[in-house]
């Protein structure tokens, strides 16, 4: 079993930064590519940010530019900067970790960005 903890959410002005955090712990024989995912109310869950264990990146067209996913393989964290913050990038931020196992998701930390 893994577990997901997040961290870093919470309310911040237009055009600000945050950093979330995301550990995992457990039994962990090895995770692969780990990743950002969120959710905004009575839209579907979509990607926000991935990153491969060789620190490949990958971004939705929508944060490009303004985000930056990184990891630390020897503590099993991955951390998003968000900075230039919209109003549209409200929503809750779910991080993931795929592992031969399986994929294990954290349980979501809010962000809310106010005009």
């Known amino acids: 079993q893994v577990n997901m903890v997040e961290s870093g959410g919470g309310l911040v002005q237009a055009g600000g930064s945050l950093r979330l955090s995301c550990a995992a712990s457990?039994?962990?024989?090895?995770?692969?590519?780990m990743g950002w995912y969120r959710q905004a109310p009575g839209k579907q869950r979509e990607l926000v940010a991935t990153i491969t264990r060789g620190h490949s990146t990958n971004y939705a067209d929508s944060v490009k530019g303004r985000f930056a996913i990184s990891r630390d393989n020897a503590k099993n964290t991955v951390y998003l900067q968000m900075n230039s913050l919209k109003p549209e990038d409200t929503a809750v931020y779910y991080c993931?970790?795929?592992?031969?196992?399986?994929?294990?998701w954290g349980q979501g930390t809010q962000v809310t960005v106010s005009s």
């Open positions: 993931t970790a795929e592992t031969i196992l399986g994929n294990y």
């Open positions: 457990g039994t962990i024989l090895r995770i692969n590519d």
